[in-house]
């Protein structure tokens, strides 16, 4: 078992950026694909990006491609996601997940993980 701890959600303007972390106790980090998703107000929980056990391989929803960049850092037991040129439609409470796997880590069902932290809020000011 693995245990998430979000952080770095916060409020920010429109066009600037944050970079939240996805903390990992628990079982060997390395072996689990980790994704973040996000979920607003009367919506249903969407993927943003996921990263292989490694971090060589990173996937994001559309949404996210060009402005989001996640990356892992395995010493720390430490995921990130840094957010930039943030709109108002990213404010939503943002979750990390965890599911052990070998693969590429492409994995963009929330039904795909086992493991998930309390999740951090993110706010965009217009």
């Known amino acids: 078992q693995v245990q998430l701890v979000e952080s770095g959600g916060g409020l920010v303007q429109a066009g600037g950026s944050l970079r939240l972390s996805c903390g990992a106790s628990g079982r060997t980090f390395s072996n689990y694909v980790i994704a973040w998703f996000r979920q607003a107000p009367g919506k249903e929980r969407e993927f943003v990006a996921s990263t292989n056990r490694n971090g060589d391989s990173r996937y994001y929803a559309d949404h996210a491609k060009g402005r989001f960049t996640i990356s892992r850092d395995n010493a720390r037991n430490t995921v990130y996601l840094q957010m930039n040129s943030l709109k108002p439609d990213d404010s939503a409470v943002y979750y990390c997940?965890?599911?052990?796997?070998?693969?590429?880590?492409?994995?963009?069902?929330?039904?795909?993980?086992?493991?998930w932290g309390q999740g951090t809020q993110v706010t965009v000011s217009s």
């Open positions: 997940a965890a599911t052990a796997d070998y693969g590429l880590g492409y994995k963009s069902s929330r039904y795909e993980y086992d493991y």
